[in-house]
């Protein structure tokens, strides 16, 4: 009996759960519970989905078949779910090192078991709509955690040659199932500013042009009003975060291959975040995108809403954010006697923030936004001194600090003879320092000082705070 009522009550809990994330805005506590485990990380590969695709093969609410295979032979798989004359088609990680999409998927198709656990009516779209999945377009790519396939082709600029297996799979999937609705899923750079916000575009959307003009018929008006829907919530859920792509026709890109062919395409870009460096909050608003896109697909809702609300979207600012940017920052004269300058100092570490770290910008950084900020005011600038290792040394933190305090900013020598055991990043044989100024493109190591004092030190990047030994990494989102 308590086993019963137990059960009783998990179905109760779920059927709550489920009930707030399909019915209107919900929190990240009520996605928690379908948050497929296991894909929160970077790179996500074809061995972390594979499981998943397995339980779902055996289940009978859905269809799986595999679509084809890679050049490496990894296969691709088609996801069909509903019965409904309006066919919608979305594909993830047509590049590799883009898995965002591909894990709201996976929450998607949680959420559409769990109405079958629950034992609840089917969603209602599925009467209405056939939604066919293609998760991890690229399994190589992803391999790899590369934006290109083994052939080290960019798969979404072959729509028109068709040179890679990928992409014939994929054009051969619209053409079979000849989709009236296209969901093209995408990861973009985490410097994507939303407008002139000084915010990241956590999430940028785009209906696709079909021609050079960039013309507007009926298939991508109706892709701009299912953009309009969503505009609120998005605008509710990230405040000054949405970005609109630019629509620049393509004629290599399968959104707007796809878009000439009269599918109301809609390309979601899932960006940055702060302090959220695997992007679980653009994963949790992809899945509700495509919750209130299959629900307005079913009942025609969209074309309630005009094209007003696409437009009004703020264009994507390509490099309006900065990893880190140290403003203020005192430079001195060249012989030492006061001050000469008062500059910001701009860093980036390329790569989704897991490249080399990169001084961009020296001057004026107040258009750009930062994950990470500090107001340098009354500190001013020195490139640090070198402690040669010439000998075997095991570095504590303690002995660290003061070597920092001492002005010490960076070592010189082999680096094996050192032995890091402060917890603390150390700068070897750093190039471009021993310069009184910092250099663009070269400068990541220097000391911040009041009074001569050292306060804060700069480390590949990464931010000492002297007086507690904190540590401040920008590039990995602490």
């Known amino acids: 009996m308590i086993l019963k009522e137990d059960a009783m009550l998990k179905q109760l809990s ?62 691709v798989y088609l996801f069909k779910i509903g ?47 056939t939604l066919y999945l293609i998760p991890m377009l690229n399994p190589d790519g992803a391999e790899r955690n590369s934006r290109f396939n083994a052939l080290d082709i960019d798969i979404n600029r072959d729509a028109l040659a068709l040179q890679t297996p990928e992409g014939q799979i994929l054009m051969q999937a619209a053409l079979h199932i000849k989709p009236h609705y296209a969901f093209n899923l995408h990861d973009q750079n985490r410097y994507h500013a939303s407008g002139d916000n ?44 949405l970005g609109r792509y630019d629509d620049s026709y393509s004629i290599r890109s399968f959104g707007d291959t796809f878009s000439a062919m009269g599918m109301s395409t809609i390309l979601v870009e899932a960006g940055g975040q702060f302090n959220d460096p695997l992007r679980q909050q653009a994963r949790q608003l992809n899945l509700q995108l495509y919750l209130k896109w299959l629900a307005a697909i079913g009942s025609g809702s969209y074309r309630d809403y005009d094209v ?109 003879l050192l032995t890091n055991n402060s917890g603390l990043p150390v700068a070897i044989n750093p190039r471009g320092l021993n310069k009184l100024w910092p250099q663009r493109q070269l400068t990541t190591t220097f000391l911040l000082s009041k009074d001569q004092a050292v306060q804060l030190a700069v480390v590949n990047g990464r931010l000492i705070k002297l007086a507690d030994a904190s540590l401040t990494d920008p590039f990995t989102g602490n």
């Open 83 to 129: 019965q409904g004359e309006r066919k919608v088609l979305a594909w993830s990680q047509m590049h590799g090192d883009e898995p965002t999409a591909t894990a709201a998927i996976f929450d998607l198709l949680a959420v559409l078991d769990a109405q079958q656990q629950a034992k609840t009516a089917q969603a209602s779209w599925q009467d209405q709509v």
């Open 308 to 416: 007003s609300g696409y437009q009004a979207i703020p264009m994507n600012n390509s490099g309006g954010m900065k990893d880190l940017i140290i403003s203020h920052v005192g430079l001195q004269q060249a012989d030492g006697s006061g001050q000469l300058a008062q500059v910001d100092l701009a860093f980036t570490a390329g790569g989704n923030g897991r490249g080399s770290v990169v001084l961009d910008e020296i001057g004026d950084a107040s258009i750009y936004g930062g994950y990470h900020t500090l107001d340098a005011s009354g500190l001013l600038y020195s490139a640090g001194k070198a402690y040669p290792l010439s000998k075997p040394v095991e570095l504590s933190t303690a002995q660290y600090l003061k070597l920092l305090a001492d002005g010490y900013s960076h070592f010189t020598g082999k680096a094996s």
């Open 198 to 241: 000084k915010k990241p575009a956590t999430i940028s959307l785009l209906a696709p042009a079909y021609n050079s003009a960039r013309d507007i018929n009926p298939s991508r008006r109706a892709a701009m009003q299912l953009i309009s829907l969503v505009k609120p919530m998005l605008d509710s859920a990230i405040p000054q975060q």
């Open 14 to 75: 779920l059927w709550l759960a489920l009930s707030a994330v399909l019915s209107g805005p919900a929190t990240a506590a009520d996605y928690a519970e379908f948050t497929a485990p296991g894909l929160a990380k970077s790179p996500l590969t074809h061995s972390d989905i594979a499981p998943l695709i397995t339980y779902y093969q055996q289940q009978d609410w859905l269809e799986v078949t595999e679509l084809g295979r890679s050049v490496e032979q990894r296969p």
